[in-house]
């Protein structure tokens, strides 16, 4: 099995990006991940999703929980400890899918 590292070093850059937004299906915040130390990992496989689906629905919620790799796996066992893949349980859990804001610098 692939690591995290590994498959986003085949990811595209998101290095541009300051920030992405996420809105449940009633327009309200669900989440924002910046682009700063500790972030820009989940900023790179957010992006892909996005890019690929449009938003973050069930499809691509499971796309992304594989791009965790290992640390799906850590999220399961400790929730909270890993938000944004908690946020695709929850998307895939609830069927409830998330929109996207993108914003580049």
Same mark, same amino acid.
């Given at each position: 099995?692939?690591? #995290? @590292?590994?498959?986003?070093? %085949?990811?595209?850059?998101? +290095? &541009?990006?300051? *920030? =992405?937004?996420? #809105?449940?299906?009633? $327009? &309200? @915040?669900?989440? %924002?991940?910046?682009?700063?130390?500790?972030?820009? $990992? @989940?900023?790179? %496989?957010?992006? &892909?999703? !996005?890019?690929? !689906?449009?938003?973050?629905?069930?499809?691509?919620? /499971? /796309?992304?929980? %594989?791009?965790?790799?290992?640390?799906?796996?850590?999220?399961?066992?400790?929730? $909270?400890? &890993?938000?944004?893949?908690? *946020?695709? #349980?929850?998307?895939?859990? +609830?069927? @409830?899918?998330?929109? =996207?804001?993108?914003?580049?610098?």
């Amino acid at each position: 099995m692939k690591t #995290f @590292s590994e498959r986003l070093a %085949v990811l595209e850059s998101a +290095d &541009h990006l300051q *920030r =992405i937004e996420l #809105f449940d299906q009633n $327009g &309200h @915040s669900a989440g %924002v991940i910046e682009n700063k130390p500790g972030s820009q $990992g @989940s900023l790179k %496989v957010y992006h &892909h999703l !996005w890019k690929k !689906w449009g938003s973050i629905h069930n499809k691509a919620a /499971e /796309e992304g929980l %594989v791009l965790y790799a290992e640390h799906t796996l850590d999220a399961e066992n400790h929730p $909270g400890k &890993h938000p944004h893949i908690d *946020r695709l #349980f929850s998307a895939l859990e +609830d069927n @409830s899918p998330l929109t =996207i804001k993108i914003s580049a610098s």
